[in-house]
């Protein structure tokens, strides 16, 4: 039973780039959720994807904006990239019931992305 | 609004001993889980124990257990007979509501000690 997959690991950009980052969700997860952990904080949440649309945002700019495929997969992308966006991105999934959502995220590996 | 707050920047045990991690947190809700994460130096967030804040009984799993206390808003992580490979950040996260976005405290670094 495959986890959540994150691609790439690694990545490097400079200012003013554009980034997409991709998020296979453990077998049998229709939701995904993207977070951003700045190095020696904890995770802060971007925004999570069911039936292929944004459900909820966290207090992130619109640089930031994300897709679900059909088969459930997602990619967040950011515009206009700054120094500060250097972190590690963190993808998690779970699942919906009848639309109840599992309260359990279970969390990718991560990619590494570093701004100059 | 939700909060949580680990304290406890970083803590050192040695091996085989016990050690406890601070959590505290804040809700309005009366119903909600709480989550405590390990994140080793690979970078995976890995799930170590979840607690139904209804149910009295505090939760077990193998090595790591919590002392859930609701009125006080606490949620501690007990790790018993601890190992090398226990090192890591670990995480307290509070799901909110509706559509359990997670709430994350700012983490406690653990040193195991050989």
């Known amino acids: 039973d495959a986890g959540v997959t994150q691609s790439p690991t690694h990545l490097i950009k400079t200012r003013g780039q554009q980034v997409t980052l991709r998020c296979s969700p453990k077998?049998?997860?229709?939701?995904v959720s993207w977070y951003q952990q700045a190095l020696g904080q904890g995770p802060q949440f971007i925004f999570q994807?069911?039936?292929?649309?944004?459900?909820q945002r966290g207090n992130f700019p619109d640089r930031f904006s994300g897709h679900q495929f059909p088969n459930y997969s997602s990619e967040l992308n950011v515009n206009a990239l700054l120094l500060g966006d250097s972190a590690l991105y963190l993808c998690?999934?779970?699942?919906?019931?009848?639309?109840?959502?599992?309260?359990?995220?279970?969390f990718g590996p991560g990619t590494r992305l570093l701004v100059l | 609004a939700q909060t949580v707050t680990q304290s406890q920047p970083e803590m050192s045990v040695q091996e085989a001993e016990t050690v406890t991690l601070s959590c505290t947190y804040d809700t309005s809700e009366s119903d909600y889980y709480l989550f405590w994460y390990k994140q080793p130096p690979s970078r995976q967030m890995i799930l170590v124990i979840r607690?139904?804040?209804?149910?009295?009984q505090n939760a077990t799993e193998n090595r790591f257990s919590v002392n859930f206390q609701k009125a006080a808003k606490s949620f501690s992580l007990k790790i018993s007979d601890s190992q090398l490979g226990d090192a890591a950040m670990y995480f307290c996260a509070l799901p909110t509501s509706g559509t359990y976005k997670y709430i994350f405290g700012t983490g406690t670094r653990l040193k195991v000690l050989a």
């Open positions: 607690q139904e804040a209804y149910k009295q």
């Open positions: 077998s049998g997860h229709d939701t």
């Open positions: 994807y069911y039936e292929e649309e944004e459900r």
């Open positions: 998690a999934s779970s699942f919906s019931q009848g639309g109840i959502l599992s309260e359990t995220q279970y």
